[in-house]
């Protein structure tokens, strides 16, 4: 018997089942450079995407810090201009010594706070626009039963008593 099947294991069976490195890895590859091509293109367009809430609180509170030490004070006058000046930075580098190790230990703790602060404000926009639909709601009904209720088109809002 010259047709018989190749006992399972063979040589046969195994290449039937494998897709070809070089298939697997262009693909992989197309892949890559289709997505490193639409992240430059981001990049382009809306410039360089936002870190995390610790990168951003940390730029933050550098970019507060460098506004309040180069602040001049006319309050203050020229004699005390320098010493008000010299314990602004003291404050703000005293701040910015409180706020980094927080910062360094517990980054993700700010990423969760920045997604709590975001579902809190979606929540708040779906209330104030339910509150929105009722109160708009409300206006058109009493509009209509007004229109109902007046036939001649009086613009009081009692009822016409007919007292024949």
Same mark, same amino acid.
């Given at each position: 018997m010259s047709? /018989?099947?190749? &006992? &399972? +294991?063979?040589?046969?069976?195994? !290449?039937?089942?494998? %897709?070809?490195? *070089?298939?697997?890895?262009? @693909?992989?590859?197309?892949c890559a450079e289709d997505l490193q091509a639409e992240q430059a293109r981001r990049r382009a367009r809306y410039g360089p995407p936002p $870190?995390? *809430?610790? /990168?951003?609180?940390?730029?933050? =509170?550098?970019t507060v810090a460098d506004k309040l030490s180069g602040l001049q004070s006319p309050l203050l006058g020229a004699v005390a201009g320098p010493a008000a000046q010299q314990v602004v930075?003291? %404050? =703000?580098?005293q701040a910015k010594a409180a706020v980094e190790p927080v910062i360094e230990r517990n980054p993700d703790v700010?990423?969760?706070?920045?997604?709590?602060g975001g579902e809190l404000l979606a929540a708040y926009r779906s209330a104030v626009q *339910?509150?929105?639909?009722? @109160? !708009? +709601?409300?206006?058109?009904?009493?509009?209509?039963?007004?229109?109902?209720?007046? $036939?001649?088109? $009086?613009?009081? &809002? $009692?009822?016409?008593?007919?007292l024949d």
């Open positions: 047709e /018989e099947l190749p &006992p &399972p +294991g063979s040589a046969r069976d195994e !290449t039937a089942d494998e %897709v070809p490195a *070089a298939d697997a890895d262009a @693909w992989a590859a197309a $870190g995390s *809430a610790a /990168e951003e609180l940390r730029k933050l =509170v550098d930075r003291q %404050v =703000v580098q700010f990423d969760h706070l920045a997604a709590a *339910a509150q929105e639909r009722r @109160w !708009t +709601g409300r206006d058109d009904e009493a509009r209509a039963h007004d229109e109902r209720r007046d $036939g001649d088109g $009086g613009t009081g &809002p $009692g009822e016409r008593i007919d």
